[in-house]
């Protein structure tokens, strides 16, 4: 798959921050004699040049075929590349399924102004109730914007069960990256609901301090999620199958509806590519795993006319904090979804 558009994209399809790109990307940013330069200016390009997210990606498909069988998906065929408007920036997409994966997929951009997006996740079959892996991260000159966690099919915020399953012996490891990469700013508590104790939500400047510990964050947490995978064992109930289904069909539903990079994929590529892109290799599933709509789910969304609200929060509350204590305790259980 090959087309064209313009050179920045919006990273943030994991979680509801909100992140407006320049307009442009200039290429002056990779000329030292162009618009003046300076020390640290000159630093901060070296840094963001040498970042790159290829490793990360060839560390998860070399680890991921240790524990299991990988096999290309079927959506390989149409998705695999795009390149932009001005043939400056490529854009990479890889999908694979296993016995107990539905689907890993990831999409990685690299611009030649020190652009670098990395958005991987890895999608179990409804059999299975594991948590769904989330890598999305975003680089820019002197910008780093993280989300990486092992979002919850069932929300720990109603299920104690399901919290108690998969992040009570996980919860140290959260602590140890909340240290490291402090909590990014305001969340929404709408979407809160798809993170899990240990997310890492986090914003920094450019480092390599940073970058180190971020692929040792990302590392530590594929690892753990790998290990969850391992002992995971096939649900026989039917109910549970289709109650895991439908619990991640809500989820895709929320992502390719809600997710803020959904706009500006439709004024890069419009209306109907983006779609595509969205829903039927980003957000696969939504098609495939259910019938019901977003408003199915999220009735609260439904403006006067029927149609689905544009606004990212109906609550209206935000958390500027990270909202778990040490023990992986929601601190605004208040809230009802």
Same mark, same amino acid.
């Given at each position: ?182 909590? +990014?700013?305001?969340?929404?508590? =709408?979407? !809160? $609901?798809? &993170?899990?104790?240990?997310? #890492?939500?986090?914003?920094? @400047? ?63 590529? +419009?209306?109907?590519?983006?779609? =595509?892109? !969205? $829903?039927? &290799?980003?957000?696969?599933? #939504?098609?495939?795993?259910? @019938? ?46």
């Amino acid at each position: 798959m090959s087309l064209s558009f313009p050179l920045y994209l919006n990273p943030s399809f994991c979680c509801n921050y909100q992140f407006v790109p320049p307009k442009s990307c200039s290429s002056s940013i990779r000329k030292s004699g162009e618009g003046g330069s300076s020390s640290s200016r000159a630093g901060s390009m070296k840094e963001a040049s040498a970042v790159s997210y290829k490793k990360f990606i060839d560390f998860a498909l070399e680890e991921t075929k240790v524990h299991t069988h990988l096999a290309p998906s079927p959506l390989q065929k149409k998705f695999n590349s795009l390149t932009s408007m001005d043939g400056r920036t490529e854009l990479q997409m890889l999908s694979f399924e296993a016995p107990k994966v539905r689907l890993l997929r990831c999409l990685s951009i690299e611009g030649n102004d020190g652009m670098e997006v990395l958005d991987f996740a890895v999608f179990p079959k409804p059999e299975f109730d594991l948590p769904i892996f989330c890598a999305n991260f975003f680089t820019a000159a002197s910008t780093n914007i993280v989300v990486l966690d092992l979002n919850p099919l069932h929300a720990v915020t109603d299920r104690d069960d399901y919290k108690e399953k998969y992040y009570r012996h996980l919860i140290p490891l959260g602590l140890k990256y909340a240290e490291l990469l402090p909590w +990014g700013g305001k969340i929404t508590s =709408e979407s !809160l $609901r798809f &993170f899990s104790p240990i997310v #890492v939500w986090t914003k920094f @400047s450019s480092s390599q301090n940073y970058y180190d510990v971020l692929f040792s964050a990302f590392k530590d947490y594929y690892k753990a999620w790998l290990e969850l995978m391992e002992q995971a064992t096939e649900e026989i109930d039917t109910s549970e199958i289709v109650s895991n289904r439908e619990a991640q069909h809500r989820y895709l539903m929320w992502r390719a509806e809600k997710d803020p990079g959904h706009r500006l994929l439709r004024r890069l590529v +419009g209306e109907a590519l983006a779609e =595509e892109i !969205l $829903r039927s &290799f980003l957000f696969n599933g #939504v098609q495939e795993l259910g @019938s019901k709509t977003f408003l199915d789910y999220f009735p609260e969304y439904r403006s006067d006319n029927g149609t689905i609200n544009e606004k990212r929060s109906m609550i209206g509350k935000s958390f500027e904090n990270r909202p778990w204590d040490t023990e992986g305790n929601f601190l605004g259980n208040s809230l009802r979804w």
